[in-house]
């Protein structure tokens, strides 16, 4: 699969150029009028379809009902070690569920856990899709109590599938996971290896799912993200431009992508056709370009001291029907 540059929206207008008083004209007649065999006009209007159709499963992959985030502790600290400030932590983390809230979530806040700073970074925990959700396995011990806790509101409360990974020697971080609606990309780093690639394959074998080496210890999610239906989201630094060229030789599906100046910006949100994107004050020239790119609705937020904005958050689209078992 190749990328190219995103140029337009994929909510592009409709122009009714229909003659005043005409605008209720069957379509198959108005096709007859231009072309007089029948079955072009048909196959034309099924090719329409088709095409609507394709983007309407392409949508609905960011479709969500839900929303499970988890409030932060007194003993949180920021993960780059550096100083933070937790009143505005909970401030911006306040502002960023508000927004969740705006799209139509259905938001889930779990209790602020004192033993686990790390709690409110809920990405890592989970991978959830087409109903089910695969328990992550991260590579330090000391986040078993944080999945555990996440494994018990998914179940109980979302009534998910529940999936674990069996291998002993995998470890599987949820931000190293990308689903672009069409398959998965699996970054393998000191956070999650082979067996927790393998592991996401054989939770969604309905979907591709490709191993992506990164070229330095951070989750794939930090360099690349889905900005909208078929639209990766990529910063402009050297390990986000080389993993965006590792993405391109491997994937099965084509992409459009979108660069932006920051790395870290370059993690959205994109939910029930909405893009949660960082804040002008934080990341200017980044946001400069998903003014002049982006054409549906967007919601910028100060996410400073928390990090990445995925990082929070597990988003669900819960369904009437369970993962065929």
């Not at 969740?100 to 990405?123: N, Q, T």
Request: a negative charge; charged letters at 25%; one cysteine or more.
């Amino acid at each position: 699969g190749s990328l190219s540059t995103l140029q337009f929206s994929y909510e592009e207008e409709v122009i009714d150029k229909c003659p005043p008083g005409q605008e209720t004209l069957d379509p198959l007649e108005s096709f007859n009028e231009v072309i007089f065999e029948p079955s072009i006009a048909m196959a034309i209007l099924r090719l329409v379809h088709a095409a609507m159709l394709a983007l309407t499963n392409k949508m609905a992959s960011f479709k969500c009902t839900h929303a499970v985030v988890c409030r932060l502790p007194n003993s949180w600290r920021p993960r780059d070690g550096k100083e933070g400030s937790l009143d505005r932590a909970r401030r911006q983390h306040e502002e960023y569920v508000k927004a969740l809230r705006s799209v139509g979530l259905d938001v889930l806040e779990m209790p602020a856990d004192e033993l686990i700073p790390s709690c409110p970074y809920v990405e890592d925990c989970a991978i959830v899709c087409n109903g089910a959700a695969l328990i992550a396995k991260p590579a330090a011990a000391s986040r078993k109590r944080e999945t555990e806790a996440i494994r018990a509101v998914l179940k109980k409360e979302l009534n998910l599938y529940i999936m674990e990974v069996t291998d002993p020697n995998a470890t599987l971080d949820g931000g190293d996971v990308l689903f672009t609606g069409r398959e998965f990309f699996v970054g393998l780093s000191t956070n999650t290896n082979e067996g927790g690639a393998a592991a996401v394959a054989s939770a969604f074998p309905e979907f591709p799912c490709t191993p992506i080496k990164l070229g330095d210890n951070c989750h794939l999610k930090n360099l690349i993200s889905m900005a909208g239906p078929d639209v990766i989201s990529v910063g402009s630094g050297e390990s986000a431009q080389k993993l965006l060229k590792r993405i391109e030789r491997e994937a099965t599906f084509q992409y459009q992508k979108l660069t932006v100046s920051d790395d870290i910006a370059a993690n959205v949100l994109y939910v029930n056709n909405v893009l949660l994107h960082r804040a002008k004050e934080e990341f200017p020239d980044s946001v400069k370009i998903l003014e002049d790119r982006i054409l549906y609705p967007r919601y910028a937020l100060e996410f400073s001291e928390l990090g990445s904005l995925s990082s929070c958050c597990l988003l669900i689209k819960k369904t009437k029907h369970m993962k065929n078992l």
